[in-house]
């Protein structure tokens, strides 16, 4: 199959303009494909295909998708790169014909740019139906021609570590329990020698005096995991690192807070935070970043067993503070109270910790962008810019101390696990209960929940988790590279 983009006309009755790519098809087929377009219908719009059949002999179908207009860049608006998204989704959309013809291979016309239009067809085909009897057939995304083939293959790499995420957030639990997550993720970093992989048990947790993340852990059969992995790709090994923290609730029932049936199943994807972050140093090392990163992920269940935290209940966390457990179900601050503290032992250049945290998240933002709270307007610009790129957008939330006195007025502990006022800005006083774990000056906290899962949005995404931010943290993590260097 071959996959060609079209970009629409500036003026509505003008002829539609082809790709380099698409003019030189059309040129081997003597004109045949403009032909056929001028007399099938209107002007193709943004998204939208034709199929032709027989067209030439080395392609099965060729499909015509509408990249919107030729000129599109950053929109100031909707803060991306309105071209990069315009040739992902329609990528996307042109490899999913193919597909559905059963058609093993697909070349891809670059569109301008050979990065997206690799991400749009490698994110666009990926679908988790591992544990099916019958799958759809699986085509291979080549690129049409010569030109842009290092562009192509970074595209691929990136749109590899946001599937590799999905793979994890979309695996039912019983198959991704924390010690197979950090083998998974092992397994992936085995061949790079410059990583080191620790698979932490629970009695090394317990030496660490991690009681708030024990707390939590302790409610389910599974043991728990703290996965410590790091990628020294810098010029010197002993350069300050990137140190990622990822949230690894490998199944939340909300614990004796049990949370609503409906819906539940989803909560597989609750280590969300850590399957982003794990994937996004397995892209860098892909990539040969020069940078090093530590990633930390601790891992376990939130379950209802005898054992399992009590409302008001009082955990000390690895900085000595006590937390009164107010609701079982605010766990992920927990976990990640922990992590933060022994991140804070890498002298890290910056700290970004990503989590599925609040519902109160997808109520602010919807799947739109993450909600990125930070201490530091240097370590925000760079989330931003980064995500301009990507399309998986984030957006600044607010630290205010007016947060903070809701989680530390508590009346049995320092803090809180939820803010006094419960529902009211969720998402921030959780964010205010972390920042609470944390002395670092370049710190950002991202709350996924928002952007945890795809109904439709995400033209190039199929239903299902999302697996974002993680093109924007590896993103983020290559820019960050490129400033230590110059």
Known sequence: GLVLGIYSSEKDEGAAQFTSAGDAFDRLVSGKLRELLSVCGPPLKKGKTRMFHGLHQDFAGVVVVGLGKKNAGVNDQENWNEGKENIRAAVAVGCRQIQDLEIPCVEVDPCGDAQAAAEGAVLGLHEYNELKQKKKPVVTPQLHGSAEREAWQKGVTYAEGQNLARYLMEAPANYITPIKFAEHIEQKLRSFSNVKVHIRPESWIATQQMGAFLSVAKGSAEPPIFLEIHYLGGANTNDSPLVFVGKGVTFDSG????????????????????????????????????????????????????????PGDVVRAKNGKTIQVDNTDAEGRLLLADALCYAHNFDARAIVNAATLTGAMDVALGSAATGVFTNSSWLWTHLYEASILTGDRVWRMPLFEHYTKQVTDCPLADLSNIGKY???????????????????????????????SNKDEVPYLRKGMAGRPTRTLVEFAARLSQDSQN
Do not use: Q
């Open 255 to 310: 614990g004796i807070s049990l949370k609503p049936s409906s819906g539940m199943d989803a909560m597989r994807a609750d280590m969300g935070g850590a399957a982003t972050v794990c994937s996004a140093i397995v892209t860098a090392a892909a990539l040969n970043l020069p940078l090093n990163i530590i990633g930390l992920a601790p891992l376990c269940e939130n379950m209802p067993s005898g054992k399992a935290n009590k």
């Open 422 to 452: 419960s529902r009211a800005g969720g998402a921030c006083t959780a964010a205010a209960f972390l920042k609470e774990f944390v002395t670092a000056s370049h710190w950002a906290h991202l709350d996924i929940a928002g952007v945890m």
